[in-house]
């Protein structure tokens, strides 16, 4: 069985496309509540932060602040986490 953040991200996709019928979107909602409060979900997201490497976080953070298609609102966030992290 996959992972229930790949599930989730399925039922996610569906709710966004215009060619998936009412009842199809419904069942999805529905999918989505019920995977959000399995523990398995908790705990597939709780690894996914403990794997994150700070180093290549904050790699991202300053890519943030130099593409020019990202808002300055986006910029801001990122450059008060990398203050924070003594980053900068």
Same mark, same amino acid.
Request: charged share 35%; proline share 5%.
């Given at each position: 069985?996959?992972?229930?953040? &790949?599930?989730?991200?399925?039922?996610?996709?569906?709710?966004?496309?215009?060619?998936?019928? %009412?009842?199809?979107? +419904?069942?999805? &909602?529905?999918?989505?509540? %019920?995977?959000?409060?399995?523990? +398995?979900?908790?705990?597939? &997201?709780a690894?996914?932060? #403990?794997?994150?490497?700070?180093?290549?976080?904050?790699?991202?953070?300053?890519?943030?602040?130099?593409?020019?298609?990202?808002? #300055? %609102?986006?910029k %801001?966030?990122?450059?008060?986490?990398? +203050? +924070? &992290?003594?980053?900068?």
């Amino acid at each position: 069985m996959s992972l229930p953040t &790949r599930q989730i991200g399925g039922h996610k996709a569906a709710l966004n496309n215009p060619n998936v019928s %009412e009842e199809a979107k +419904e069942h999805s &909602r529905q999918a989505i509540d %019920e995977l959000e409060s399995q523990p +398995e979900t908790q705990e597939t &997201r709780a690894g996914y932060q #403990e794997d994150k490497d700070e180093v290549r976080q904050n790699a991202g953070y300053k890519a943030t602040l130099k593409n020019p298609n990202v808002s #300055e %609102e986006a910029k %801001e966030h990122a450059k008060e986490i990398l +203050e +924070e &992290r003594g980053a900068l």
